[in-house]
């Protein structure tokens, strides 16, 4: 069974940082794309980051130069460093994998920035 278990998150205070960890129950080569997608309150699910097999990245435009994601193939592991954080950035933070086409995500992990 594909498990995708997040955690690292928690409460910051405007302009700090929290590194969010995404570990999976298979080898993360398993995956075509492995993501972070957030959704803050009364919004949408929204796309954050997104690293392929290759290591090649693409972010979204609001967190560009601030999020990092990166990859421990190693580890099974999917990370998102989190810089200069906002108010605006809290949210649950969801994994995502696709393996042919079928999306697995985790259960989230809530982050809360304060100003």
């Known amino acids: 069974q594909v498990q995708l278990v997040e955690s690292g998150g928690g409460l910051v205070q405007r302009g700090g940082s929290l590194r969010l960890s995404c570990a999976a129950s298979?080898?993360?080569?398993?995956?075509?794309?492995m993501g972070w997608y957030r959704q803050g309150p009364g919004k949408e699910r929204e796309l954050v980051a997104v690293?392929?097999?290759?290591?090649?990245?693409n972010y979204a435009e609001s967190v560009k130069g601030r999020f990092t994601i990166s990859r421990d193939n190693a580890k099974n592991t999917v990370y998102l460093q989190m810089n200069s954080l906002k108010p605006e950035d809290t949210a649950v933070y969801y994994c995502?994998?696709?393996?042919?086409?079928?999306?697995?995500w985790g259960k989230g992990t809530l982050v809360t920035v304060s100003s």
């Open positions: 690293i392929s097999t290759d290591g090649s990245t």
């Open positions: 995502n994998g696709e393996i042919f086409s079928v999306a697995y």
């Open positions: 298979l080898t993360i080569f398993s995956f075509d794309d």
